[in-house]
């Protein structure tokens, strides 16, 4: 069963465009929501993150939005770089005492010069 | 973020043999944790390390198979005991530190890629 869901297994982008990865999770309980990249023979990068109580986070060219009523959350990288060629994960946990991170099976985005 | 580094960073190993996995954090952490990933799947966590006190595992994974130590807030290793094929997998341990936001954001070391012949 699984509780968070990235149904894209890859996702490709032309330099400058935006990047739009999405993220689907079944756990009502799910309170904090995370980013990570992943590198190649590297471990993964936190990225960004969103409190349940909050329905859009940005940081430069990165912003998390967070839909509840849907169970989804999407991470748009404008403008997309080379650089940014990577394994995206998305994550989540119930806050609190339960520091427990439940991750999707990730989205190569390839990002085109 | 803290700075964490896991050795080795990589190895081939025979079935039935153990493998010890070492993840040292440059600062005093409060969580440490340890994830697998086996090939085209999501990371799972496999226990929660406890400082001073016995690990905490997840439904699926024993001590027996994955004993894990930490006998301080910046060090902690993993087992993987009695190798099989199926454990072929990258190990990565993740940190959180004390504080609301910082405790839910976990860092994670640079992995260690197993493979078991």
């Known amino acids: 069963d699984q509780q968070v869901k990235q149904n894209s297994p890859s996702l490709s982008v032309q330099e400058g465009r935006i990047s739009i990865l999405n993220c689907d999770y079944t756990n009502s309980m799910f309170d904090y929501f995370l980013w990570y990249k992943k590198y190649p023979a590297e471990g993964p990068t936190f990225l960004i993150s969103i409190s349940s109580i909050k329905d859009k986070n940005e940081d430069g060219r990165f912003t998390v939005f967070l839909n509840k009523s849907a169970k989804h959350l999407s991470l748009h990288i404008v403008p997309s770089q080379p650089g940014d060629s990577a394994v995206y994960f998305c994550?989540?946990?119930?806050?609190?005492?339960?520091?427990?991170?439940?991750f999707g099976k990730g989205t190569l985005l390839t990002v085109n010069p | 973020s803290a700075v964490i580094s896991q050795k080795p960073s990589r190895d081939i190993c025979q079935r039935g043999t153990s493998l010890t996995i070492q993840c040292q954090v440059d600062?005093?952490?409060?969580?440490m944790f340890w994830y697998r990933q086996q090939p085209g799947q999501s990371l799972t966590l496999i226990a929660t390390a406890n400082q001073g006190s016995e690990a905490t595992y997840e439904s699926g994974f024993v001590i027996d198979k994955f004993p894990i130590s930490r006998p301080n807030l910046t060090f902690s290793t993993l087992t993987v005991s009695n190798m099989s094929p199926e454990d072929s997998s990258i190990y990565l341990c993740?940190?959180?530190?004390?504080?609301?936001?910082?405790?839910?954001?976990?860092?994670f070391g640079p992995g260690t890629r197993l493979l078991v012949l």
């Open positions: 600062s005093q952490v409060t969580m």
């Open positions: 993740s940190v959180a530190t004390s504080g609301t936001l910082e405790t839910e954001t976990q860092y």
């Open positions: 994550a989540a946990n119930e806050g609190g005492s339960n520091y427990k991170l439940t």
